[in-house]
Every structure is written in structure tokens, then in C-alpha cells.
């Protein structure tokens, strides 16, 4: 183990710890951090520091990455970390997330990247929890997320959304977009269709407008069930 956090130190070399299972760096003026040695690496807590860009490739071991508090973070490389579980990189500046092939993943937060654009969820079928609010993405596919719980995606520039094959979502948080009407009908009616009880959706509808007849009697449907929707 290596726990560096808490001091002014400006740079730490990793170079041949191929046997380090946890490295801690909080709250330092580190600005590179390279893991391509750490072949054991399980646990890398990074907050509040320095770094400019961050890659972690091909990490069986690795099950837990925080990294949030980074402002000057704009580039992050994650990938075929078969065992990663965990992800933070909340109040970055990332703009793009390709988190496709690190399939164990089911917490990732990445809140408040005001500049993310993009985020690829593809084959994270064991996803639980996912929040990127606060952002600028553009698009958001979440089909591949099966057994997806939580969503947190407001305040970002999504036109289009579905829920059709996230059967267990139940708190949903997606105001402050652009989803019409119609987008938000067919939100309610997946949800209605998944049949759960006492969960939570916040929405908005862009542009003006009402819910459809369908949409009206999904929400009616779903309050019924004890869901709460604002």
C-alpha cells in the first residue's frame, strides 16, 4: 500500500511497483499519475489534485477509482478493467466517457463534468447506479443497463431518452433537458410497464405542452402504485 494524501508534494513516481494494491494521493498538487507498472492495482484514490488527464487500461485487480474534486481533469482513458466496480469523477471537466469495456462496473458517478458530451454505457449490464447531472450530454443509451436502479441525468441537453429495458429503474431524476412531451409520456409508460412500486420520477417537459393520453394514464397508474412523480 501506498498513502501519500494530505501533503504539497508535486509528483510521485510509480515505475515498477507492479505489487501495489492501494495508492492513495488526496489532497495534492500531484498533476500525472501513471498506472501502466501497477499490475496488482486494486483501489486508486485520487481527490483534489492536480491532474490534467488520467488512463488505466487492462487492470484485472482494480474494483475501485475515485477521482473526484479533479477541476483541471479533462481527459480520462478507462478501460478493459474487467473487475471495476466503482468509478467517481464527479467535478472534473471531462468531456467524453467510454466506460464500454469495464463490464463489472455498477456504481459510476460523474456528476458536475460540465462538459461532458458523451458517455458510452454499452455492455454494463450489472450497472445499479449512474449520475451524470449537471453536464452537456447530448445523447444517452442506457439499454444495455438491465438491472440499472438510480438514474441521474439532469440538467444536460438530452432530447431523447428510453426506459424500456431498465425493468428494476426506480428513483429517476431527469428535469431540466430536453425531452418533450412525447418523450415523457413514453418514459411513464415504461415505467408503468415494469410494473414496480413506490418509486420516484422527476421530470420536465421542454418546450411547453401536456402528457399524452397514454402518458396521462401511465402516471395515473404508476401514483396508484405509490409512486411519487414530480
Excluded: M
Excluded at 501495489?20 to 507498472?37: A, E
Excluded at 459510476?108 to 454499452?122: D, I, R
Aim: hydrophobic share 40%.
Amino acid at each position: 500500500n501506498l498513502y501519500i494524501s494530505n501533503n504539497p508534494i508535486t509528483s510521485c513516481d510509480l515505475t515498477g511497483l507492479s505489487k501495489l494494491k492501494n495508492f492513495s494521493s488526496n489532497d495534492t498538487n500531484i498533476s500525472t499519475l501513471n498506472t501502466s507498472d501497477l499490475e496488482l492495482i486494486e483501489v486508486i484514490d485520487s481527490i483534489n489534485t492536480n491532474l490534467t488527464s488520467f488512463s488505466i487500461q487492462n487492470k484485472s485487480n482494480c474494483v475501485d477509482i475515485t477521482l473526484q474534486g479533479n477541476s483541471l481533469l479533462t481527459s480520462a482513458t478507462i478501460e478493459n478493467n474487467t473487475s471495476l466496480r466503482i468509478l467517481n469523477l464527479s467535478n472534473c471537466d471531462v468531456a467524453s466517457f467510454d466506460l464500454s469495456t469495464n463490464t463489472a462496473l455498477t456504481t459510476v458517478n460523474v456528476p458536475n463534468n460540465n462538459n461532458v458530451t458523451s458517455c458510452n454505457l454499452a455492455n454494463l449490464s450489472a450497472l445499479d447506479l449512474f449520475k451524470i447531472q449537471n453536464g452537456s450530454l447530448t445523447a444517452l443509451n442506457t439499454d444495455d443497463c438491465v438491472v440499472l436502479r438510480v438514474l441521474n441525468c439532469f440538467s444536460n441537453d438530452l432530447a431523447d431518452l428510453s426506459f424500456a429495458n431498465n425493468v428494476l429503474l426506480y428513483e429517476i431524476y431527469t428535469h431540466n433537458n430536453q425531452l418533450t412531451a412525447a418523450t415523457n409520456s413514453q418514459l411513464l409508460i415504461d415505467l408503468d410497464t415494469h410494473n414496480l412500486s413506490n418509486g420516484y420520477f422527476q421530470s420536465s417537459i421542454f418546450g411547453g405542452g401536456t402528457l399524452t393520453t397514454a402518458g396521462l394514464a401511465a402516471k395515473a397508474l404508476l401514483q396508484a402504485k405509490g409512486w411519487i412523480i414530480v
